[in-house]
Structures are given as C-alpha cells and as structure tokens.
C-alpha cells in the first residue's frame, strides 16, 4: 500500500527521440491513478545533415530548393574566410583594431583556433587580439588586481 501524503513523482524515462513522462500519481479514494504524458522531443539536425537530406530527396519542389539554397548559404558563411571578409567589411573594424595595422588573412588564420565552423563573434574576439594596446592595458589590470590582494 502506498502512503496517504504520497509526494507527486517526475519520473522521465527518455529514448533519443520521444520522452515520456509520469506526471502525478495520487490515491484517491482507494484508488491509484496516475497521469502520463508522451511527448515527441524533435532532435536538431546539423547543417549538412540537412544539405545532404534536401540533395537526396528527388522531387525538389521551388520551396526545398530555398531550403537547400539558405542551407548551403549557411555552411559557406561558416568557413574562415568568409568570416574575415566580413569582419574586415565591417563599420566597427577600425574601432577593435585600434591603432595597428589590419592583419593579413594568414596572420589571422594563424591566430584563429581550429574549428569546424566559425562565427562573426570569433573573428572579433581573434581582431582583439591584434589590439596590442588593449592587450597591455589588460595584462596591466590582470598584475595590478594580483599586487592589490597580497
């Protein structure tokens, strides 16, 4: 027999694509009911998981073949250089490089860590690095916060 104060249970049982949850079990009048829910949990594919899906498919309609272009679009916007092309085109480029000289795309490939696929936050993040002013004020607040807590 169960207790009469019986705590509601979140038992989650999950299979890679369906989770199925047991959301109340109560005892009422003698009786144990319990509530279960299933719920479809959609896994997201990678890019090219989706590329290759939409190239499969035989009967492309105009529509999958705006899929397939914004896919590809996307994949392509993801490599190094098109990154650094768009981080040199960018307004605010003068701005987080200060007063040095723009790297050349080797000196920033250089730089950049080994990924799959890259962002725009990336390529700012490595353009900062180029920022030797930046750099030396932030190494300068880095020894003078460890000479203050001795």
């Known amino acids: 027999m169960q207790p009469n104060n019986m705590k509601t249970s979140n038992k989650n049982t999950a299979t890679p694509n369906k989770v199925t949850k047991v959301l109340n ?32 498919n035989a009967n492309k309609s105009a529509f999958d073949f705006i899929k397939l272009a914004n896919v590809t679009d996307k994949i392509e916007n993801k490599s190094i250089s098109k990154v650094f092309a768009n981080v040199m085109n960018s307004q605010y480029v003068f701005d987080i490089i200060g007063t040095d ?3 050349t795309f080797k000196d920033f490939a250089a730089k950049m860590p080994t990924k799959e696929a890259y962002s725009n936050w990336d390529a700012y993040k490595c353009l900062l690095t180029f920022n030797t002013a930046y750099q030396l004020a932030k190494k300068v607040k880095k020894q003078n916060k460890k000479v203050a807590a001795i």
């Open 101 to 103: 000289t723009l790297p």
């Open 25 to 56: 079990t109560k005892k009422l009048a003698g009786k144990v009911t319990t509530e279960i829910v299933s719920n479809e949990v959609k896994v997201k594919k990678t890019l090219q998981e989706r590329q290759s899906e939409l190239l499969s």
